[in-house]
């Protein structure tokens, strides 16, 4: 959709006093599975503060007269920055999607971008057959009004001559590896799978520290689910998204019992994603509400790094301490009996934070509790360096920094000590079936380390002794607690987490005894 749309002419219509005069569509993204329709606007930075929530509500109102049929209408607004970097961009989008011809003849050497007075432009030194074509073509208009409805600046473009100009015979290939500063992440695109086009830059996934509209990243797919809704039966799709910056959450709702749109993707494969990245009330932190996938190639050599090598770390074994047993005593008699499930046996109860909540997250705390004949005996903690950028998302719900973490051992050493530690006791662990369990084998698999020890989920026995009490009650850790008694203090915290699920763990035991 271009600067000069109908729908703008609509909307200044409405208003005699131009108040929306400078307002361009940059694209429209039309997802006719989802009945949806996201129209992208640019509103000038200077005017940005000062567009007013009602001034949105008007521009959506008025979208959704336009398109009274669609069921999901959403205006996304955009604050412009304009820099030659981020034009320069776009004049080599704009050339790769509509003049392949013209992708080795017309490159940095012999295009000028200026930027005056908040006025762009662009001057292209061309041979004068090549500007023969281009002017047959219409490339000029073409070119200008697709910078119109990027930018809401004047914008120029013409042609000087020149007698020769140098080809670049890997143009096409050099293409998409476009960095424009220190957290874009250069990539070729490869073949759409569902969505719109790819118009932005991806941006480290690190650098996302808040709920934003118009998200771009790239990454290694994980943790992929196919999953049913329960009350639509309409198929959606969890995954996540790892760039070695950090990992996103990252889902994808369809509006149809039978849609396979995301099918094709599996575990391991290289896509960039665009959406909305808001708050995840189902698993906490943030969460992209995605709206596009392709397949891509990614440049890692264009993520700059804070260290390219692991420092090397003094050895400090992790040392067991005993357990404050205050309030032990009460979670069942002392002239009771010892439940038989705890009698005579070992148990560790451990909790992990990570980086993330996909399967192939980092450690970086774990903690254990050693519960033998029913006592709480010691405990084992540690914070662990994961040598990645602990995403702000993950440090929303656990508090954990990169500075916290800065002088912590490396999981290449933790995991072998807690591997001793633990023995061949049985391992616990709240929801352990879906996380802890796995991202624990994950992780030791790296640094060749097993854990065939038995497993049980505090979870799955809260939902058999309720099933056996005729109770619907929330299964969370913290409802629980409270259930039985049992004070949980800094929750999501691994030590204060294993503490409590240790004592959930003797109380359940008992409940079920026999």
């Known amino acids: 959709m271009q600067g000069n749309s109908e729908f703008l002419k609509y909307l200044n219509s409405l208003y005699d006093d131009g108040r929306y005069d400078w307002l361009r569509i940059r694209r429209a993204d039309v997802d006719i599975d989802a009945d949806s329709l996201i129209v992208e606007f640019v509103v000038p930075y200077e005017k940005y503060d000062g567009f007013t929530d009602d001034d949105r509500n008007a521009v959506l109102s008025a979208l959704k007269e336009i398109f009274p049929d669609v069921k999901d209408v959403r205006a996304v607004f955009r604050k412009n920055y304009t820099s030659v970097e981020a034009v320069a961009y776009l004049v080599k989008t704009f050339i790769a999607e509509n003049y392949r011809a013209l992708v080795s003849i017309i490159g940095d050497s012999n295009t000028d971008i200026t930027i005056n007075d908040g006025k762009v432009s662009v001057v292209f030194r061309v041979t004068p057959a090549t500007s023969a074509l281009m002017e047959a073509s ?22 000087e001559f020149a007698e020769a100009v140098s080809v670049n015979q890997n143009a096409e290939e050099d293409l998409q590896t476009v960095v424009v500063d220190d957290h874009t992440i250069g990539y070729k695109l490869g073949h759409k799978i569902c969505g719109g086009e790819i118009k932005q830059i991806p941006r480290y996934i690190s650098h996302f520290k808040e709920p934003s509209d118009g998200v771009c990243v790239v990454g290694e797919v994980s943790a992929f689910q196919r999953r049913i809704a329960k009350q639509s039966k309409n198929v959606f799709y969890n995954f996540s998204l790892g760039d070695t910056t950090g990992i996103m959450n990252c889902c994808y709702f369809t509006r149809s019992q039978t849609s396979g749109a995301l099918d094709v993707l599996k575990d391991g494969d290289s896509i960039i994603a665009a959406g909305d990245l808001q708050t995840d009330d189902y698993r906490g932190g943030l969460s992209l509400r995605v709206r596009t996938v392709w397949t891509c190639t990614i440049d890692y050599s ?99 920094t990169d500075a916290d973490v800065a002088d912590a051992p490396y999981a290449e050493t933790v995991l072998p000590e807690f591997a001793k530690w633990a023995g061949n006791a049985c391992l616990v662990a709240h929801n352990g079936n879906m996380f802890d369990f796995g991202v624990l084998n994950a992780q030791g698999a790296k640094y060749g380390v097993s854990f065939p020890n038995e497993h049980m989920d505090t979870l799955v026995m809260a939902a058999r002794y309720h099933d056996r009490i005729g109770r619907n009650s929330k299964l969370n850790l913290t409802a629980l607690c409270k259930e039985f008694g049992i004070e949980l203090t800094n929750a999501h915290s691994a030590y204060y987490d294993a503490l409590a699920t240790a004592q959930l763990f003797v109380k359940l035991c008992e409940e079920l005894d026999g």
């Open 302 to 400: 264009t993520i700059i790094k804070k260290e390219n090598v692991k420092r090397r770390k003094p050895y400090r074994p992790i040392t067991p301490k005993p357990v404050d047993t205050v309030g032990q005593q009460n979670l069942f008699e002392m002239d009771k009996p010892v439940p038989s499930l705890l009698k005579g046996k070992t148990y560790v109860v451990f909790d992990l934070e990570t980086t993330g909540l996909g399967s192939d997250c980092s450690i970086i705390e774990i903690s254990g509790i050693k519960v033998v004949d029913g006592k709480l005996t010691s405990s084992w903690t540690t914070l662990i360096d994961p040598f990645m950028h602990i995403p702000e998302s993950s440090t929303e719900v656990h508090g954990i």
């Open 138 to 159: 219409g490339f000029n208009k073409k070119l200008k009004d697709y910078l119109d409805s990027n930018y809401t600046d004047e914008t120029s473009v013409s042609t």
